[in-house]
């Protein structure tokens, strides 16, 4: 089961992570999502290593989409509040009778 439509009134893009590159970190054109919840609260998270890193924003959005940790995220685009994160951490939450979905902490 999904979150309904109206419930990700927002949008965000996504670059997504590809790997590291000689001259650091390299990733894909823009893609845009359509279907998300931004939410701008600070908030601790664990990394994968276990480190603990403040999360300054967190993305809700449909279990398919593909937005893996390192990935660049512009949330709030075309307003005056728009400003690029990078994903911290990148998180599946599937429930056969619950809303299923990825919530993805930024920077």
């Known amino acids: 089961m999904q979150v309904p439509a109206v419930l990700l009134p927002h949008m965000i ?4 992570y590809l ?3 000689p001259y650091g970190d390299v990733h894909g054109d823009p893609v845009l999502i359509r279907r998300t919840f931004v939410e ?3 908030r601790l998270v664990r990394s994968a290593d276990g ?3 403040i999360s300054e ?3 809700r959005t449909r279990p398919h989409e593909h937005i893996p ?3 660049l995220v512009t949330v709030w685009p075309g307003t005056p509040h728009e400003r690029t994160g990078r994903v911290l951490t990148s998180n599946l939450f599937d429930h056969p009778s619950s809303w299923s ?3 993805v902490a930024l920077t």
């Open 69 to 71: 940790v390192r990935s």
């Open 13 to 16: 893009t996504v670059r997504l």
């Open 57 to 59: 924003t967190t993305v």
């Open 40 to 42: 701008d609260r600070r």
């Open 101 to 103: 979905h990825r919530e």
């Open 19 to 21: 790997g590291t590159g």
């Open 51 to 53: 480190d603990e890193l």
